[in-house]
């Protein structure tokens, strides 16, 4: 029994071990199966069309998974799918769980190849698809999706052919097409008549020639004695069935290498532009000209043989003319630039454009350009003018009136300058001194200015007001510069900064003379000689002019009582009223220089001294006229005068100039 017990309980407990081997077993299994509907995502595929889906073929092609009929398992949310079928094009789609789980797929069927050659071998055909060009081949090569097609082949030496063809999935077409060459003529002349013609190398007879040909390019050759063979190619097309043609032939060469002195100049060939290295037909007649300006010009004839080569060589001579150079006055004559003579004067020239200067100290140098000519003299006239009188002629502007400076021009008749003996405040250095005119005279309207001065001595200023404390050689050196600003002869001579003498027929600006200055204070535009600027009452009216009025009170001796004019010290030029002449601040604002030597002594009374310049020689110079320190009437009388050396804040000037 005992035996019998431990065997039952050695089999319940093999028994116990398979049951939980089964069980572990069973475990793994649905562990397993449970970890593949988590970890794997399933997609269904459709493919379209029907007879595609008859043979569809999947395939993971990335991710891991695996198919199952038409549905596809992938590890993961992702994967790649190829689809593909017989005669089919394989798709490669993605699949995604974002997506969906459902798919259609719609295949495209693989088209026909299609391959069309021509009977003739005809190259260069045009192949139309359905009246659409395909492509310019030999053969057509393409591929057809599934269809029914009409195919044109096209070219220009054969008539147009169709043929239809119907393509079938992944099928093969192989067609030929015969072509009908077209047919036509080729017609062909030349100048000269006679010309032997060759066709494809094979000789066919003489121009005028007319042969009939089926379409296609031809080759020819024309020749003929003493010219040069031409080849064509001439071609029957649908376009051109019955060509035509007109040959020219040209004559045999020959080479010409020419020569010319001097070089430069225009070489032709019978009438025509040529390179001195030419070539020319042979055995006709050629005439060559050679021509060059300032030359006399050659011509000869040549004649050669088919390739003969010939040098001809061209030598001009100089062409000449007589040139006459004339001028109103003596002058110098410079041709390009070289001193030749004096007008008058004659010269044989080259016929060439050239250049001439006529050239006189104190004028205008005038420049002229001129062609002398081998058929008649040519005379070269010049006016010679002053620079001044040049200006004028073109209308140009003075250099004063770029300043501003504005002149006014007076002829002054004879009067007595200086006050009368009996005139209440008169000072006794008032030299009565009879003058007369015989010049007109040109005078500035106002007093010159800060900024006027300063274009001459690059000084910056930019006042109106009148220039000041200036010298009289200063003053004399401004009017010298202003006449170099236009051509004209300066009146003082200067050593250094100092006035030594004068040029009296000189037309430069200048300072006015005593004379001139009293004559516009006094006498312009008036009946009668005044005693002040404004006339002869001793009264002054409200705004006269720039005077010693009440604001210089207390800083002088001497003020006009209870008058007012404005200003303290200077006032710009022009502030007050013009005088009966048009002149600005003759009565006031600043003293002004004039260009006589002062001398307390005066000349004869008894003589009449024309166009006055005053005593040769002295230390100081005459200052005319009021300014604004003059603070008593007398003071303001036309006939004022005083001497100084130096400048002072109270002297300025005016500018004038002779007319003529």
Same mark, same amino acid.
């Given at each position: 029994m005992s035996n019998i017990d431990a065997g039952i309980d050695k089999d319940k407990r093999n028994?116990?071990?398979?049951?939980?081997?089964?069980?572990g077993l069973g475990g793994a299994l649905i562990a397993g199966y449970l970890s593949w509907l988590f970890l794997f995502n399933g997609f269904v595929i459709k493919v379209m069309p029907e007879n595609a889906a008859r043979t569809q073929s999947l395939a993971v092609t990335s991710g891991i998974?695996?198919?199952?009929?038409?549905?596809?398992?992938?590890?993961?949310? @992702?994967?790649?799918?190829?689809?593909? +079928?017989?005669?089919?094009?394989?798709?490669?789609?993605?699949?995604?769980?974002? &997506?969906?789980?459902?798919?259609?797929? &719609?295949?495209?069927?693989?088209?026909?190849?299609?391959?069309?050659?021509t009977v003739q071998g005809a190259t260069d055909i045009r192949w139309m698809l359905n009246g659409q060009l395909l492509e310019t081949a030999d053969v057509l090569k393409t591929e057809l999706v599934p269809g029914t097609y009409t195919i044109d082949a096209l070219h220009p030496a054969f008539e147009d052919a169709a043929i239809t063809v119907t393509a079938e999935i992944a099928g093969e077409i192989n067609e030929t097409i015969s072509l009908t060459p077209i047919a036509g003529s080729i017609t062909l002349e030349s100048t000269p008549s006679g010309a032997q013609v060759e066709v494809d190398g094979v000789v066919i007879g003489t121009t005028p020639v007319s042969l009939q040909r089926p379409g296609g390019a031809y080759p020819i050759s024309v020749s003929y004695a003493g010219y040069?063979?031409?080849?064509?190619?001439?071609?029957?097309?649908?376009?051109?069935?019955?060509?035509?043609?007109?040959?020219?032939?040209?004559?045999?060469?020959?080479?010409?290498?020419?020569?010319?002195?001097p070089s430069g100049g225009a070489f032709l060939i019978n009438g025509q532009p040529a390179n001195t290295n030419a070539s020319v037909d042979a055995n006709r007649e050629h005439t060559l000209r050679y021509e060059k300006a300032g030359y006399i010009a050659q011509a000869k004839t040549v004649t050669l043989g088919p390739g003969e080569r010939s040098k001809v060589t061209f030598e001009l001579a100089p062409e000449m003319g007589q040139v006459m150079f004339t001028a109103n006055l003596p002058a110098d004559v410079y041709i390009n630039g070289k001193k030749v003579g004096t007008t008058p004067y004659k010269a044989a020239m080259?016929?060439?454009?050239?250049?001439?200067?006529?050239?006189?100290?104190?004028?205008?140098?005038?420049?002229?350009?001129?062609?002398?000519?081998?058929?008649?003299?040519?005379?070269?006239?010049? @006016?010679?003018?002053?620079?001044?009188? +040049?200006?004028?002629?073109?209308g140009r502007p003075l250099f004063v009136d770029s300043l501003g400076i504005n002149l006014i021009k007076i002829?002054? @008749?004879?009067?007595?300058?200086?006050?009368?003996?009996?005139?209440?405040?008169?000072?006794r250095n008032e030299h009565n001194v009879q003058v007369d005119f015989d010049r007109q005279v040109w005078v500035s309207r106002h007093e010159i200015t800060e900024s006027q001065y300063a274009a001459y001595n690059k000084g910056g200023s930019k006042s109106d007001k009148p220039v000041t404390n200036i010298s009289w050689d200063e003053a004399a050196a401004f009017t010298n510069w202003l006449s170099e600003q236009e051509g004209l002869s300066p009146f003082y001579v200067m050593r250094g900064n100092r006035v030594v003498g004068v040029r009296e027929g000189a037309r430069g600006y200048r300072l006015p003379t005593e004379a001139e200055w009293e004559y516009v204070a006094r006498l312009s535009r008036r009946a009668s000689p005044t005693k002040y600027v404004w006339g002869s009452q001793e009264r002054l009216r409200d705004k006269q002019g720039n005077f010693a009025d009440e604001s210089m009170k207390g800083k002088q001796t001497f003020i006009l009582t209870g008058y007012n004019d404005g200003h303290v010290g200077k006032s710009p030029v022009g502030s007050f009223g013009a005088d009966r002449g048009g002149f600005f601040d003759i009565d006031g604002n600043v003293r002004e220089w004039v260009h006589d030597f002062y001398s307390v002594v005066g000349p004869s009374p008894d003589r009449v001294f024309l166009n006055y310049l005053g005593e040769p020689r002295?230390?100081?110079?005459v200052v005319k006229g009021a300014s604004f320190k003059s603070g008593r009437m007398k003071e303001l009388r036309a006939s004022i005068r005083s001497g100084s050396a130096e400048g002072e804040d109270d002297i300025g000037f005016r500018i004038a100039r002779y007319d003529q």
């Open positions: 028994n116990r071990w398979i049951v939980l081997v089964c069980v998974g695996f198919v199952s009929g038409n549905s596809v398992y992938v590890l993961g949310k @992702e994967g790649t799918v190829a689809v593909s +079928a017989h005669q089919y094009k394989t798709r490669t789609i993605t699949v995604n769980v974002s &997506q969906g789980a459902n798919y259609t797929v &719609q295949l495209e069927p693989l088209p026909a190849t299609v391959t069309i050659t040069q063979v031409l080849n064509d190619t001439v071609s029957i097309v649908k376009s051109e069935r019955a060509p035509q043609r007109h040959y020219y032939l040209k004559p045999l060469q020959a080479t010409l290498n020419v020569v010319l002195q080259q016929t060439l454009p050239a250049s001439v200067e006529f050239k006189k100290e104190g004028y205008r140098t005038v420049p002229k350009s001129f062609t002398p000519s081998a058929r008649q003299q040519i005379v070269i006239d010049a @006016e010679i003018l002053r620079e001044f009188e +040049a200006r004028r002629q073109e002829a002054p @008749e004879a009067f007595t300058m200086g006050s009368p003996v009996n005139e209440i405040g008169r000072i002295g230390d100081l110079h």
